[in-house]
């Protein structure tokens, strides 16, 4: 499905992939959106379960602390990666 950018949306890559996100948007809310996890402003799952998910901009990994506060920007590229188990 092809998503069109209008006037309150700005364009980034997501692990790759071209994505419109709301302007303003934060990087909280992205890997919310992305995992399906209602997320607290910490970057927790509010449910208390396990999120196992690590979240770059531009090549800097972002705390999940500091997830709530990182305003997304036009033409940046962000990296979700998610921990898989073994070996």
């Given amino acids: 499905m092809t998503q069109k950018m209008t006037e ?3 364009d980034i890559t997501v692990n790759g ?3 419109p996100v709301t302007v303003e948007s934060t990087l909280l809310e992205l890997v919310a959106d ?3 996890k209602n997320l607290v402003a910490s ?3 509010a449910d208390g ?3 196992g998910v690590a ?3 531009d090549g800097t990994v972002i705390p999940r602390g500091g997830w709530a506060a990182h305003e997304l ?3 940046q590229t962000v990296d979700i990666v998610t921990a898989v188990q073994g070996g």
Avoid: E
């Fill in 49 to 51: 379960s396990r999120l």
């Fill in 17 to 19: 992939a071209h994505r």
């Fill in 43 to 45: 970057g927790d799952p």
């Fill in 8 to 10: 309150n949306t700005i």
């Fill in 73 to 75: 920007l036009p033409g």
């Fill in 34 to 36: 992305l995992t399906g």
């Fill in 55 to 57: 979240a770059a901009v």
